[in-house]
Nanobody, 113 residues
Framework: VQLQASGGGLVQPGGTLRLSCATS????????MGWYRQAPGKQRESVAS???????NYADSVKGRFSISRDNAKNTVYLQMNSLKPEDTAVYYC????????WGQGTLVTVSS
């Protein structure tokens, strides 16, 4: 099983980034997919999730700014991040959950001027 997160980087406040998580070794369309983040000195927290059926949930802190989507044909989940704030700075991880949960390796997002 592999979950390869990409798309992180350095962006100015107010900017945008799109994270991707390409998966292999799982039956992607049966998995609920999620994005999590962990800022320095803080616990990992859920950012957004999308069920196998396409239902989405967001943390209050990102509602209206972030959007999660999935492409079952490409076995990939995305996180569109708009209006980024310095407090969004963290390592972002994707996760796939069906009978077990598998984690990707994380991609660093830094929001700074």
């Amino acid at each position: 099983v592999q979950l390869q997160a990409s798309g992180g980087g350095l962006v100015q406040p107010g900017g945008t980034l799109r994270l991707s998580c390409a998966t292999s070794g799982i039956i992607f369309n049966r998995n609920d997919m999620g994005w999590y983040r962990q800022a320095p000195g803080k616990q990992r927290e859920s950012v957004a999730s999308i069920s196998s059926g396409g239902s989405t949930n967001y943390a209050d802190s990102v509602k209206g700014r972030f959007s999660i989507s999935r492409d079952n044909a490409k076995n990939t989940v995305y996180l569109q991040m708009n209006s980024l704030k310095p407090e969004d700075t963290a390592v972002y991880y994707c996760a796939a959950t069906w009978s077990s949960t598998f984690w990707g390796q994380g991609t660093l997002v830094t929001v700074s001027s």
